[in-house]
């Protein structure tokens, strides 16, 4: 069963950047999409960003367009979300989702996700951002 663990969250001014990590428990996350969620206070979980199974397509919610960037280093067995020029509302609990029969149709629509749709959920890391 795969496990994944977020790292990477902190406190960081607006304007500021930090870069988030998912990291795999097994070798074979090259086979999974990897899905980045979160959920503000008081607000649903919501889709962020989500990296196909080979990478080849990557896929981001409008609000965080030109800020973000997913990645993925499989030999690391993890997952990026590179957050730049960080926001206010960018301010939740990050969680990890990775899935293995998730169609490339199913990760271009993360951003209606409720990640239902992911079988493998990591433990969150929270981001803050405030002056």
């Known amino acids: 069963q795969l496990q994944l663990v977020e790292s990477g969250g902190g406190l960081v001014q607006p304007g500021g950047s930090l870069r988030l990590s998912c990291a795999a428990s097994?070798?074979?996350?090259?086979?999974?999409?990897i899905g980045w969620f979160r959920q503000a206070p008081g607000k649903e979980r919501e889709g962020v960003s989500c990296?196909?199974?080979?990478?080849?397509?990557?896929n981001y919610t409008d609000s965080v367009k030109g800020r973000f960037t997913i990645s993925r280093d499989d030999a690391k067995n993890t997952v990026y979300l590179q957050m730049d020029n960080l926001k206010p509302e960018d301010t939740g609990v990050y969680y990890c989702?990775?899935?293995?029969?998730?169609?490339?149709?199913?990760?271009?629509?993360?951003?209606?996700?409720?990640?239902?749709?992911?079988?493998?959920w990591g433990q969150g890391t929270q981001v803050i951002v405030s002056a």
């Open positions: 990296i196909s199974s080979s990478g080849s397509s990557t």
């Open positions: 989702a990775g899935d293995l029969f998730l169609s490339f149709a199913a990760c271009a629509l993360v951003a209606r996700s409720d990640g239902n749709e992911y079988d493998y």
């Open positions: 097994e070798s074979s996350l090259n086979y999974y999409a």
